[in-house]
């Protein structure tokens, strides 16, 4: 599951609302000073966003690299127990062959 952004449309601030203007001259700082510390920390965060995407993004990539991989193996394991298997039951004949051979070659 991948994070989707909650609204496609760009983030919409409305600092100029009169509630927000009080504050600022409360605090004695200049509207310009708020504004710019609001914007870098808007610009920081979309930033943030943009890293954590590409790596969820590399890390999906990687996930399915190693699915792959993983398949792989997983078939060749597979291959090797069905062919040890194989020489196994050969063997297991082989040397019962060889078993009665010796038997018969020592009944009189």
Known sequence: MFLQPMMS????CRLSEPR???KVDRSGRRWEEIREIYLEQISGLEAL???????IES?????EHLQ???DTIRR???QLCNTFD???R???IFNEKGLWSCLISFVP
Request: charged letters at 35%; aromatic letters at 6%.
């Open 9 to 12: 449309r760009p983030l919409v």
């Open 90 to 92: 050969k063997q297991e």
């Open 68 to 70: 792959h991989v993983d």
């Open 20 to 22: 927000y203007l009080l």
């Open 76 to 78: 060749q394991r597979e």
């Open 59 to 63: 890390l999906k990539m990687e996930s």
């Open 49 to 55: 966003q943009s890293q954590v995407q590409e790596g």
């Open 86 to 88: 194989e020489f196994e």
